[in-house]
């Protein structure tokens, strides 16, 4: 089995910075590519931001510039560093990692999700 733990959500004002944390445990091989989506009031859930296990990433265009995503394949890590936020940025914003397990089964596994709310 695999398991993800979320943190770092919470209430932050317009123009603040937050840091979401999401770390993979359990029968794990390898992970592979990582993500950050986020569901907002009303909305459905869209991709913020994606990173390759090469790093390569790739970002929503409403996030562009301000926020930046990263990893630890090491400790099977993703980090979601945001910056600038918005109103609308307010969403539970849920990690996903993709993982090789020791038996050999590809998966992708969905975090718990963490509310993010920005207001003054």
């Known amino acids: 089995q695999v398991q993800l733990v979320e943190s770092g959500g919470g209430l932050v004002q317009p123009g603040g910075s937050l840091r979401l944390s999401c770390a993979a445990s359990?029968?794990?091989?390898?992970?592979?590519?990582m993500a950050w989506h986020r569901q907002g009031p009303g909305k459905e859930r869209e991709l913020v931001a994606s990173?390759?296990?090469?790093?390569?990433?790739n970002y929503a265009d409403s996030v562009k510039g301000r926020f930046t995503i990263s990893r630890d394949n090491a400790k099977i890590e993703v980090f979601l560093q945001m910056s600038s936020l918005q109103p609308e940025d307010t969403a539970v914003y849920y990690c996903?990692?993709?993982?090789?397990?020791?038996?050999?089964?590809?998966?992708?596994?969905w975090g718990q999700g963490t509310l993010v709310t920005v207001s003054s």
């Open positions: 359990g029968s794990i091989l390898s992970s592979n590519a």
């Open positions: 996903k990692v993709g993982v090789t397990t020791f038996a050999y089964r590809s998966l992708e596994v």
């Open positions: 990173i390759s296990y090469g790093g390569r990433t």
